[in-house]
């Protein structure tokens, strides 16, 4: 239980503790993980936990789908039980003699199965007025709580008076916002085009729906349909803007009222998605959650679950994890992110410790190892782990993972080697506004590209901290930075650059200005990369000719955008040789590590904890053993393997070494130079 640098938290359900015990089992499950977390999350379920609350005067049993994520009717210690809320109040105080900050949380389903029958919670169900609604009319079974009542009242103003009662009945420290109070469970492509959130959007916005549309068709699914298809296709920016500024409102609704109470707040991420896509996909800007003044995002990292084949979804996010937790970190800088570990979920039915440990092994090493580089320095993007879900734990499965949780945020580095990734803010909303015709990557699009082909890119900047920066740095989606942060990019003498863009007149005669000239048509995609001196050394262009599909020869607007967050948004083609070459490029310009052998499977981080001692995360992409021989540039005296695998010692070769890295794995080592 020593002190540690990095937040430790459990998000666990009320089956995870004992109510026979007279300290409801908390002992015993401290014990078993043998660490006190900073805060535990009790993860209750359903939105009737707050709104059927009876309140403390007399004691009563809660619902069985509050006692158990929907009502699972066993754990892998004991059974559910039945829970009455004082005993949940006792929980609550149990924890907190521990020092630990106890949250509630719950989602916004209502939903379950109890001895194989079909059940709802009782509040909801007398609620469908507040449900998702289909723009094809179909009533999608979730609360949504930027709707209104019956009455015409606000559902979230009832919703922040119920939580606040049950915050002070219970005496929990704070609120952790959990799927589908933080974002819609459906696309704001599908959802929710209901007559009430119509009207919400013109009053927002002040547009005029066209003259064949109806304001009030609720209960006619084509006129409906008609509507929403109109909105998306013809308004979608006023309608992303609508959302984004809804959700804004409702933590902005929820923070004052919490923080008057003196408690804290922490929220999920938008089902695992960056900037870009939070906005497309679901309407919400995690700059407006985060001006709300919320304590930190915990973030929906569960690569591990997703990678196993969770839900039977075929889907391999690790790349596109990282490339997300780093450009939120970007977005948002003086946010605490906290990843969700993904170690276990009985009611989904994975469980990546008993399954696929080399999986949650890669994701606590690399969520761990991102960094931000600002005026302070070098500095890691995430803050901790939250453990998903924390019942039924091993004594041995807790020491597991505790070992890789330490070792992941172990020491501080003095340098990240590689490229840093520049960010601009100002770059997020035009890419937006152009996606629906022309489909062209955004910012993150391209890291996450380049990460998986190798870039060692692993740390991000803001353009405006460039000045404060050193090292080889990648700017992408050059054309749509302002003036001035152009400027900043062009001018930037403190190692090599990377600039990826569409070329345009004014790109051309910034170009000029210098003494440039790359010979790009308009609207032609360009690699340059640059010594520290601003001597250009590479370009490639790919030409229209190049180009697989003419993108102005079809009108893009009309792509149907995926339901799901685990199928990808449709993107305009880029050559693979031209995306190779830009990492090509980068590597080049670096002084990182080069892969002589499966270097089409093998990946590193590389930390430099001093400038003779560097760290490398070996990541292998394969489902089978590959062995890595790294090449670091210059003379290695020896090789410290910090991870248990492999259990033999491994030796230098001059500037080389090799090592066997586990199928989708992970191995950690430092190399005294």
Partial sequence: MNAVNYDRWIWIELIGFDNRESDYG????????????????????????????????????????????????????????????????????????????????????FHFQDNGQDKTSEWCSEHPELYEMRKTGEAFPVINP???????????????????????????????????????????????YSDDMVEQFIRFSGVELADSLNLICDGEPLEMEKRGDWIWTYKR????????????????????ALRKEGKKAVLNSVWTRDPFEALHRYGVDYKLLAASGVDAFVIESVAASMSAGAGEIEYEPGTEF???????????????????????????????????????ERDIYSFSNLFMKDQQGVHRCTSGFVACLGDGISVSGWEWIMNRWNLGYEG??????????VWADEALYPSLERYPATRNWPTFKYLMAFIDRGAPLHTMVNVKDLQHTSGAICVTDLHLLPDQALQQVLAYRNGSSTLVGHMTERIAQAFASIGMNVKAAPDELFCMAREANGTVIHTIVQTKESNAMDKKSEDLTHVVDPGSWVDPLYFSPVPDDFLS??????????????????????RTTTLEINPGKWRLLIQNLHLNYKSAHIDVGRPVTKVNVLTDFPGIPVFPNGSTFNLYVPGRGMVVVEVDL
């Fill in 412 to 421: 501080q580095p003095e340098r990240i080697i590689g490229t840093s990734f």
């Fill in 237 to 256: 920016m006023e309608w992303i803007n609508f959302c984004a500024n809804r959700w804004g409102e409702l933590w902005q609704k929820i923070m004052p």
């Fill in 322 to 360: 990282k490339a997300m937790i780093m450009t939120i970190k970007a977005y948002v800088p003086d946010m605490k992110l906290i990843c969700l570990n993904a170690i276990q979920d009985t009611n989904e039915q994975w469980d990546a410790i008993s399954h696929a440990p080399t999986l949650l």
């Fill in 581 to 602: 070459g830009c990492v090509q490029a980068m590597i080049s310009c670096s002084d990182a590590p080069l892969m002589i052998r499966n270097e089409q499977y093998i």
């Fill in 26 to 109: 908390v002992s015993a499950y401290l014990k078993n993980a043998a660490f006190i977390p900073d805060g535990i999350s009790l993860l209750l379920f359903t939105p009737d936990f707050v709104h059927a609350h009876k309140g403390m005067e007399e004691e009563h049993r809660l619902p069985i789908e509050i006692c158990s994520y929907a009502a699972r009717p066993y754990g892998k210690h004991h059974n559910r039980q039945e829970w009455t809320n004082y005993q949940l109040r006792g929980l609550v105080e149990e924890l907190q003699k521990h020092r630990i900050d106890v949250y509630c949380s719950f989602f916004n389903l």
């Fill in 146 to 192: 930027l709707k209104r009542l019956k009455d015409g009242s606000y559902y979230e103003d009832l919703f922040v008076a119920d939580l606040m009662t049950v915050m002070r009945d219970y005496n929990f420290d704070g609120y952790h916002g959990a799927d589908g109070y933080t974002s819609p469970r459906l696309t704001i492509a599908e959802a929710d």
